[in-house]
């Protein structure tokens, strides 16, 4: 059974930094594609940022390109978002997703092509 436990959330100010962490429950996880998603309030969940099996692949949201990295390590069973230049509006719940299909869309940023979810991590961002 797959399971994704994401931790490293909090409280920062505007401007400050985080970093999240997704330990996952995988046997053979470099066999996934990873993704980062959010929900906020009020609001749909959204793609956040996208990582291919090997972490050679990498693609992001507009509204977080150039502040936000996902990275993984595949010996570690775990996949990370650094998040820099934080705004009050990237408060929200984050999400680690897990893809299965090797060789799939692993840029994909529609949330129904993963297949494994997280249970979230709330980042709030004070202005």
């Known amino acids: 059974q797959v399971q994704l436990v994401e931790s490293g959330g909090g409280l920062v100010q505007a401007g400050g930094s985080l970093r999240l962490s997704c330990a996952a429950s995988i046997r053979t996880f470099s066999s996934y594609a990873m993704g980062w998603f959010r929900q906020a309030p009020g609001r749909e969940r959204e793609f956040v940022a996208g990582?291919?099996?090997?972490?050679?692949?990498?693609n992001y949201a507009g509204s977080v390109k150039g502040r936000f990295t996902i990275s993984r390590d595949n010996a570690k069973n775990t996949v990370y978002l650094q998040m820099n230049s934080l705004k009050p509006d990237d408060t929200a719940v984050y999400y680690c997703a897990a893809q299965s299909r090797y060789g799939g869309n692993w840029s994909s940023r529609t949330s129904s092509e993963y297949d494994y979810w997280g249970q979230g991590t709330q980042v709030t961002v004070s202005s």
């Open positions: 990582i291919n099996w090997s972490g050679s692949g990498t």
